[in-house]
């Protein structure tokens, strides 16, 4: 099975900082990696499709990028409302389709 | 509006069983793959189970394989997990939720809890 890492495990920021959370793959997945973002008591929420298409409807502050085996999910410029925990997740070839252990990101 | 019901959890004691459903609504239900997603408490996101449009194609987690059974009928616009054998490391909610074209979860339910207790 494919594992996924992501890093870090969790950060503080301030509004209006530029985040970055990295997500690398055990083995090459091409550009099949998603993002997802997770307020506490709801269900996940799709950021990031293919590595880098922006889902609809998602603020353009959120950008995705990388192929192969290493990926990034950026913010430009934090808000309020994204304190979250994100998740990445591989979707290659047939299932499992692993997640990412999760980024939480805080206010600093 | 897509939507995603999911229903059926509850407490139940080790070894016992439990079915899951989710009910699907504003899409073709058969025209799409299908997944439940679980998360224990305070933990991370682990799928657990994928199923075809047709229900021809299953796959399940190491985790959860020869114990829970995923299933469709198209003609309810519903998806099922049945959960037998449980443990309390299968303590979490689950979601049901939609692919899309990159194998994306495209849309998820609320979820539903399922606590493992004696």
């Known amino acids: 099975d494919i594992q996924m890492t992501q890093s870090p495990s969790s950060l503080s920021a301030s509004v209006g900082d530029r985040v970055t959370i990295t997500c690398r793959a055990s083995?090459?997945?091409?550009?099949?990696l998603n993002w997802y973002q997770q307020k506490p008591g709801k269900a996940p929420k799709l950021l990031i499709y293919a590595a880098s298409s922006l889902q609809s409807g998602v603020p353009s502050r959120f950008s995705g990028s990388g192929s192969g085996t290493d990926f990034t999910l950026t913010i430009s410029s934090l808000q309020p409302e994204d304190f979250a925990t994100y998740y990445c997740?591989?979707?290659?070839?047939?299932?499992?389709?692993?997640f990412g252990q999760g980024t939480k990101v805080e206010v600093k | 509006e897509v939507q995603l019901v999911e229903s059926g959890g509850g407490l139940v004691q080790p070894g016992g069983s439990l079915r899951l459903s989710c009910a699907a609504s504003g899409f073709t239900f058969s025209n799409y793959e299908m997944n439940w997603v679980r998360q224990a408490p305070g933990k991370g996101l682990e799928w657990v189970s994928y199923i075809s449009g047709s229900g021809s194609t299953i796959h399940y987690a190491d985790s959860v394989k020869g114990r829970f059974t995923i299933s469709r009928d198209n003609a309810k616009n519903s998806l099922y997990l049945q959960m037998n054998s449980l443990r309390a490391e299968d303590t979490a909610v689950y979601y049901c939720?939609?692919?899309?074209?990159?194998?994306?979860?495209?849309?998820w339910g609320q979820g539903t809890l399922v606590t493992v207790s004696s």
């Open positions: 083995q090459t997945i091409s550009n099949y």
């Open positions: 939720a939609r692919v899309a074209v990159w194998n994306h979860f495209e849309y």
């Open positions: 997740q591989q979707s290659y070839s047939t299932p499992p389709w692993t």
